[in-house]
């Protein structure tokens, strides 16, 4: 386990749409780099960077060209290289979005593969023997390759899938997953892994982690089986290096290797039930809605045992919101947003903050898509700086010309706006991330115990180490017998949002507060 982790809080920065240095329209590593003071100001000491790598960019970036190459509109290799290097003289540790279950169709690996005489690559993608051949239960494209087969896709049409093997083999054309060219596949992806860390990379997220091999059983060991090698790499050549999935589901990828996992919606958890409750037909019960919204049992009843299957293993990581997520502004007011923060910035495990979180930016539901987005485009408007500056500060370019429009209310929120309102997300940031760093009992492995979540009740105490923290989110106040919270010794306040404290015998929580107290 990387030993910073511990005390890791990562920045997620969608690249094209954070700073723009060169009046394209386009974010770029320049303007990252122009930035790092800022990412460092919040208190986040690591950034996530979405994909920078060559490509067409049909699904922004997710279809690689060449992984091994920085895309123009970026910047170069050694662009990126020099992020690395002034990251790190910040104390800023850098993860590059690694994609390995798919390329673009452009990527020279794909052109020989769709070659009609044999090599190297030929199977390097999941091809059918038949151009009338298609794939049952899978997408598949036929009848665009001199070779006479069609070939899987993983997503969109330009998106061909890698072939990692297959477990559970039904057709002749199926390899299986210890096939030298699955092999070769899995190897190919290590050879990209080790090329960005021996530049200064710190690690990688990996998008869709789990979708490797085809036709894998419930708890996709093949696929986990390819994870526990690449882990074995890592920890022998770069130790220090970090893997975080996209996974979902943080008991099968812990065990598998990656140091931490998202928890997240992608396979239905408790996180919708926190701040965007889509289960509940008609009706918002997200936990942190001050009116109509529920206790906090469904969100522990599949936490709690993701925790414990999970925490031997590595750190679950919440998230502010992604770029694939709507942000929490669509659903949650400032003050609510501010107790969901508090809450997952003192939960166990690695946090992420999505850029422009941290000061309650839009999502835009009317943007059109650009760039494979679809209904995604709307948590992807470029970062909004300044409201007195062009284009909100973000670039020089002509509106016209901006990777997608920014939000054009009147009261669009601006950091410098934030900067000047004590009241803000980002001042509500700032000083929990601070106290994150502070106490190690707030920290990525210090234990969490449920201490009050009564049913039918709004409020929840829980502890972390030897510290005690409750949240109410509802627009009540409410009192908590001492004798009700496990024989609690903790009295002194150390950080509050709205009312809360130890009155004589009791704890009294006010309507929408937090408080951590030791």
């Not at 051949?133 to 087969?149: K, L, S, V």
Request: hydrophobic share 35%; aromatic share 12%.
């Amino acid at each position: 386990m990387p030993a910073w982790l511990k005390d890791a809080v990562f920045y997620e920065i969608y690249p094209q749409s954070f700073n723009d240095t060169n009046a394209d329209g386009i974010g770029d590593i320049e303007g990252i780099i122009e930035k790092l003071d800022y990412v460092k100001g919040l208190g986040c000491n690591a950034i996530w960077l979405n994909p920078l790598f060559d490509s067409p960019f049909k699904d922004a970036g997710y279809d690689v060209r060449d992984y091994k190459k920085v895309a123009e509109r970026y910047g170069t290799n050694e662009d990126l290289v020099r992020l690395f290097d002034e990251a790190h003289n910040k104390g800023i540790k850098i993860l590059l979005d690694l994609v390995p279950g798919h390329t673009s169709e452009e990527h020279e690996w794909f052109k020989k593969s769709c070659e009609a005489d044999r090599n190297e690559y030929s199977d390097r993608y999941i091809w059918t023997d038949g151009a009338f051949c298609g794939i049952a239960g899978h997408p598949y494209i036929g009848g665009e390759a001199e070779r006479d087969g069609c070939y899987m896709l993983n997503f969109f049409k330009c998106q061909p899938a890698l072939n990692y093997g297959v477990l559970n083999i039904t057709e002749k054309w199926q390899l299986p997953t210890d096939h030298p060219s699955c092999i070769a596949t899995r190897e190919a992806i290590k050879d990209v892994m080790r090329f960005w860390l021996d530049k200064g990379c710190d690690g990688f997220r990996v998008d869709m982690a789990d979708s490797l091999v085809k036709e894998d059983d419930e708890v996709k060991s093949a696929t986990g089986a390819i994870w526990t090698n690449i882990r074995e790499m890592l920890d022998a050549d770069y130790p220090e290096a970090a893997l975080v999935s996209e996974w979902c589901n943080p008991k099968c990828a812990l065990k598998y290797g990656f140091h931490a996992d998202f928890y997240l919606d992608h396979h239905g958890n408790g996180y919708n039930v926190l701040v965007r409750d889509c289960e509940t037909e008609g009706c918002d019960h997200s936990y942190f809605k001050k009116d109509g919204g529920d206790g906090p049992q469904r969100f522990l009843a599949d936490y709690l045992p993701r925790y414990e299957g999970s925490k031997d293993y590595g750190y679950i990581s919440f998230i502010t919101c992604n770029h694939d997520t709507p942000r929490v502004t669509k659903a949650l007011d400032i003050s609510e947003i501010k107790l969901a923060y508090a809450f997952f910035f003192t939960m166990p495990g690695v946090p992420f903050l999505y850029y422009g979180d941290e000061i309650g930016m839009r999502y835009l539901a009317d943007v059109r898509t650009k760039e494979g987005g679809f209904h995604r485009t709307g948590s992807r408007s470029p970062m909004q700086w300044d409201a007195s500056a062009k284009n909100f500060g973000f670039s020089e370019a002509s509106s016209e010309m901006l990777y997608i429009p920014q939000d054009s209310s009147a009261d669009a929120p601006s950091l410098a706006e934030a900067e000047s309102d004590p009241d803000s997300i980002l001042h509500t940031v700032r000083s929990i991330i601070a106290l994150r760093h502070e106490y190690e009992d707030l920290q990525a492995d210090a234990p969490f115990e449920v201490v009050y979540a009564k049913e039918g009740e709004r409020v929840l105490v829980y502890k972390r180490g030897n510290l005690l923290i409750a949240v109410n989110p509802s627009g009540e106040a409410v009192k908590i017998p001492v004798s009700e919270l496990d024989s609690i010794s903790c009295s002194n306040l150390i950080y509050g949002i709205g009312k809360a404290d130890f009155l004589e015998d009791e704890l009294v929580i006010g309507a929408q507060s937090f408080g951590v107290w030791e």
